[in-house]
């Protein structure tokens, strides 16, 4: 063999073996620099809810995260009324929402409105309305409606929410008995703020507002409920929100929250757990 062929035949050898050669450099070079995958976000779901199942949920939310892994993300309003944070108000900004809970009535608006997915609604807990003082103070009777009609009138300030048990307050319950022109010039209604903070700063010697709520709240003392003839329970029930993106995932947490595991969490923040029946 030439010296001229044996170059010849040992260029093309070393050309094929390094075309066997650089993908498998190559293959390496990849593997080394290519990032690994984490895995996928755990499911996250926006709760809007209302102060009568505030304390409620809260509890529950930390329950359903930790046996789910759903990541729960909680806004606050009023069910009702004309301040920017109201439920009503921020669907109607089209806020991040999958969930909404808050009063049965003002839930029914929304779904006749559009904004909560039809025959999701389902009632939650049942809320009664409280009187509460600031702590110290004297005890006022509330037992029977005339007393309780006795105490408002002698009273010099009152404080009632607005949102749906102060609605009540101050369309019905002070017609019923009788002392509307006069209690109503000196009473409150008091826009997203907690009642009992009212009270407890001294700023009402009275307040009104769902039990629920009253009880967080320091600096005042729960004298009771409203005696039963006057009484207005209230349904704080959920829907899911039409626009959301998350409907299986909202139904998931409904159903959860509807479940008698919820109870003994429901009994424990002022409310009593509601019939399991959405409606048709």
């Known amino acids: ?36 995958l984490k895995a996928a976000p755990s499911a996250e779901l926006h709760v809007l809810t209302s102060g009568g199942f505030n304390i ?18 909680t806004g606050h309003g009023p069910s009702m009324g004309d301040t920017p944070q109201a439920i009503p108000a921020r669907l109607a900004r089209h806020e991040d929402a999958d969930v909404v809970i808050l009063a049965r009535s003002a839930l029914d608006r929304l779904a006749v409105e559009g904004k909560v997915t039809p025959s999701t609604q389902v009632d939650l807990g049942l809320s009664k309305i409280a009187i509460a003082v600031k702590a110290g ?24 929410s607005d949102s749906a048990s102060g ?4 369309t019905t319950m ?23 903070e009212i009270v407890a700063s001294g700023q009402a010697e009275i307040g009104f507002q769902q ?3 009253l009880k967080p709240v320091k600096g005042i003392r729960i004298i009771g409920l409203l005696p039963d003839s006057l009484q207005k329970v209230t349904a704080f ?37 509601a019939s399991r029946k959405a409606n048709p």
């Open 56 to 73: 409620a949920f809260d509890a529950l939310a930390k329950q359903y995260m930790a046996e789910t892994g759903t990541r729960i993300v």
């Open 1 to 36: 063999m030439t010296a001229l062929r044996s170059f010849r035949l040992r260029r093309r050898m070393g050309s094929a073996l390094a075309l066997l050669v650089a993908p498998l450099l190559f293959g390496c070079q990849t593997a080394s620099t290519t990032p690994v």
């Open 211 to 213: 039990l629920s709520e």
């Open 237 to 273: 029930s959920g829907g899911i929100v039409a626009y959301s993106t998350r409907q299986q995932p909202a139904r998931a947490l409904l159903d959860y929250l509807s479940s008698s595991k919820a109870d003994a969490v429901i009994r424990e923040s002022g409310l009593e757990p």
């Open 137 to 160: 103070a004297p005890v006022p009777d509330i037992s029977t409606p005339e007393a309780l009609r006795d105490t408002l009138i002698a009273a010099k300030s009152v404080a009632w």
């Open 174 to 196: 002070l017609d019923k008995l009788g002392i509307a022109d006069q209690v109503r010039p000196k009473g409150r209604m008091i826009p997203a703020t907690p009642v009992g």
């Open 167 to 170: 609605v009540y307050i101050q």
